[in-house]
Structures are given as C-alpha cells and as structure tokens.
C-alpha cells in the first residue's frame, strides 16, 4: 500500500493550499481517510478525517477555515483556507481499514509566513 500525497508549500498568512491524496495498492476496504501534521517540538496532531460515509472531524483550531473531502474511495483531499503561521507543519496523509491497519504518507511541509 502506497500513500501518495501532493500540495503543500510556503504561503502567506491568509492564504489558502490543497492537498490531495490518493492510496495504491492491494487495498480495497479503508474506512477513515485523513490528515494529521506535526509542528517543530510538538506532537503530531489530528486535522482532520472522513469516513467512508462521509463522516468528518476537525481539530478545533481548524474549523470553518479547513475542509476535507473524499473524492472517492481511495483518494482525499484537504483544502486549507485563511491559514495561520501556527498551521505550519508537516502534514501526514493517513489511511485506515476496516481490518484494523494503518498507514501514513511521507510528510509535506507547509510554511505559513509572509
């Protein structure tokens, strides 16, 4: 099973990214798609995630500015909108199934600064 993650990049405050992200591979039963990201000295965090039936959830500090979709069964995408400094990170797309596995992506740095 392979993750492959796109976006991510230096952006100014306010400004909006897209990430999308798609899972390969012999899978064929994943029940949450999701994000999580990692700033420098802290722990990785919960962004946010989607179930198979479209269930969502949001760390706190993103909601109303950050929205994820499954564009389908396999593939996921979070669009980022009036970002912040502190949303600077690492974010990690993470899958997992109904059978209990889990994978993660390579990490995607994004900087907020202006």
């Known amino acids: 099973v392979q993750l492959q993650a796109s976006g991510g990049g230096l952006v100014q405050p306010g400004g909006s990214l897209r990430f999308s992200c798609v899972a390969s591979?012999?899978?064929?039963?994943?029940?949450?798609m999701g994000w999580y990201r990692q700033a420098p000295g802290k722990q990785r965090e919960l962004v946010a995630t989607?179930?198979?039936?479209?269930?969502t959830n949001y760390e706190d500090s993103v909601k109303g500015r950050f929205t994820i979709s499954r564009d389908h069964a396999n593939a996921v995408t979070l669009r980022m909108n009036s970002l912040k400094p502190e949303d600077t990170a690492v974010y990690y797309c993470?899958?997992?199934?109904?059978?209990?596995?889990?994978?993660w992506g390579e990490g995607t740095l994004v900087t907020v600064s202006s």
């Open positions: 989607i179930t198979s039936v479209g269930t």
């Open positions: 591979g012999s899978i064929f039963d994943i029940l949450v």
């Open positions: 993470r899958i997992s199934t109904y059978s209990g596995l889990g994978y």
